[in-house]
């Protein structure tokens, strides 16, 4: 079951989400020495991470502990204006003393079944041969419904719905943007320990509400995919786009 949890506006939105990394990364770092946590792309956590690279914030989390993976990434070089990897360098992993080898970024770079491969290894490298357990996961959502680079229409989300097992990473073409990603799968999704979803924006809150509280149609919203098996889930949304949900 997802809590949600509605603020007045995005600035708000990220602090909460802030608030939230900082608790979970201490948890995290108290409890096993080390804080996994997968970001997202878009640029709804912008602010977020921005907020984390504030003395605030950054002076209270242990970055030597703290590992970063992506959900996605898009199929371009890291210094490219579309690269999630640039957006989250940009804003926080340059302004903090978080070590290189920490960072494991997407190779988006080469062919998207390569990086997808190499990106695969990485998590085996970091949490073994078992389905990797982040601390944290986050994902935004797209107006069509789509989550991390799981998006409608695509093979990869056809595979999800058709219970297909699935690596723990995959390249995906996405036919509207004409362009291929690389994805977790919801197989490393779901087994997070919290998942935590970041929508900001009037433009979300009709598939907002056709996700939490229409059908469940997964191949037409893939956000509905996201059931964490034993971890939270919890979906931070601003007003404008919590607009149409019922009130709780
Ligand atoms: C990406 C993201 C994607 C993103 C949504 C929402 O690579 O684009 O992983 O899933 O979270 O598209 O993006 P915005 O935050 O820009 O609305």
């Known amino acids: 079951m997802a809590s949600v949890r509605k603020y007045s506006n995005a600035n708000a939105l990220a602090r909460a989400a802030a608030d939230l990394f900082l608790d979970l990364c201490s948890s995290a770092t108290q409890e096993r020495g080390r804080f996994s946590v997968a970001l997202s792309g878009g640029s709804t956590p912008a602010a977020l991470f921005r907020l984390l690279a504030t003395e605030n914030y950054a002076s209270s989390i242990d970055w030597s ?41 997407i190779l988006g770079e080469i062919h998207a079944g390569e990086a997808a491969k190499a990106y695969e290894a990485a998590l085996r490298d970091f949490f073994g041969g078992e389905v990797p357990q982040f601390d944290l996961i986050l994902l935004g959502m797209g107006d069509d419904g789509h989550t991390a680079s799981l998006f409608p229409g695509s093979v990869v989300v056809g595979k999800e719905v058709a219970g297909n097992q699935l690596d723990w990473v995959a390249p995906n073409y996405v036919e509207k ?15 997070a320990a919290n998942v935590l979803f970041l929508v900001s924006g009037s433009t979300k809150a009709e598939t907002v509400r056709s996700v939490l509280e229409g059908p469940y149609q997964p191949a037409t919203l893939p956000a509905q995919l996201i059931k964490p098996k034993q971890g939270r889930l919890i979906w931070l949304v601003d007003e404008q786009a919590a607009a149409y949900l019922s009130a709780r």
């Not at 502990?65 to 989250?88: C, K, L, Q, T």
């Not at 943007?177 to 087994?191: D, E, K, Q, S």
């Open 65 to 105: 502990g703290v590992h970063v993976f992506w959900g996605d990434e898009r199929n371009v070089a890291p210094e490219h204006i579309n690269s999630n990897y640039r957006m989250a360098n940009d804003t926080l992993l340059r302004l903090v003393p978080i070590p290189g080898q920490n960072i494991n970024r």
């Open 177 to 191: 943007l004409g362009t291929w990603r690389i994805t977790l799968t919801t197989c490393v999704i779901n087994a």
